[in-house]
C-alpha cells in the first residue's frame, strides 16, 4: 500500500485557501505494485521533472520549461523543513530572491516515481476549464486542478524541484518562477 498527499499550488492572489479540510489535504491510498524503492537522484529527478512538466505543456502549445538551480535550491531547502517538521502546508512568506510558484507532493517514502508524482499533478487537467482564475475548474474548486494549471502556465519558464524524505514519507517541493495562478489571468495569457 502506499499513500500520497497533494498540497494545493499556491495561487498569487488566493493564499490562505484551503481544501475542504484545512489541516489535511486529501488522502489517496493506492495499492503497490512493488515492495522495491523507487530509483532516486537529482539527475534522475530533474529530467523526470522536466519530462513531465514540458510534456504537459506541449501538449497545450506552452513553451518549454527551463530547469533554475536556484529555484531548486530553494525547493531543497523548504522541502528539507517539510521532512523535519512532517507539517505538510505551503510555504509562506518570500519565496527565495524572486516571486516563486509552488507545488508540493508527499507520498510513502520509496514508493513513487518522479515520473508519477508529476504525473499525478498533470492527471488533474481532467477537470481543468479554461477561464479565468479561480474560475478554471469543472468542480467549482479551482484547488481541484492548481497544479496543474500552475505546471502549464503559459508565462512560467523556469522551474526546481527537490525532494527530501522523513523516516515516513517523501516530500516533492516544485518552484516555478514567474508563478502561475494569478487571479483575474488565464492560464494562456
Avoid at 505543456?57 to 517538521?85: H, I, Q
Wanted: glycine share 8%; with cysteine.
Amino acid at each position: 500500500m502506499r499513500v500520497h498527499w497533494l498540497a494545493l499550488a499556491l495561487v498569487a492572489g488566493l493564499t490562505g485557501c484551503a481544501a475542504s479540510d484545512p489541516d489535511e489535504p486529501p488522502r489517496v491510498t493506492e495499492p503497490r505494485l512493488s515492495e522495491a524503492s523507487a530509483a532516486r537522484g537529482e539527475s534522475l529527478l530533474q529530467r523526470a521533472m522536466l519530462d513531465g512538466h514540458n510534456r504537459a505543456r506541449a501538449a497545450v502549445g506552452a513553451p518549454p520549461l527551463e530547469w533554475n538551480a536556484e529555484l531548486a535550491d530553494d525547493a531543497a531547502r523548504y522541502a528539507a523543513v517539510l521532512a523535519e517538521t512532517r507539517d505538510f502546508k505551503h510555504s509562506t512568506g518570500v519565496r527565495g530572491r524572486i516571486p516563486e510558484g509552488e507545488n508540493l507532493f508527499m507520498g510513502s517514502r520509496g514508493a513513487y516515481r518522479y515520473d508519477e508524482m508529476v504525473q499525478l499533478w498533470v492527471d488533474e487537467r481532467r477537470g481543468y476549464r479554461a477561464g479565468v482564475v479561480p474560475d478554471i475548474s469543472t468542480t467549482g474548486r479551482w484547488q481541484d486542478v492548481a497544479h496543474y494549471t500552475q505546471i502549464v502556465w503559459r508565462r512560467t519558464s523556469a522551474v526546481g524541484c527537490a525532494l527530501a524524505s522523513s523516516a515516513r514519507d517523501d516530500y516533492l517541493v516544485c518552484r516555478y518562477s514567474p508563478p502561475g495562478n494569478v487571479v483575474g489571468r488565464r492560464v494562456a495569457d
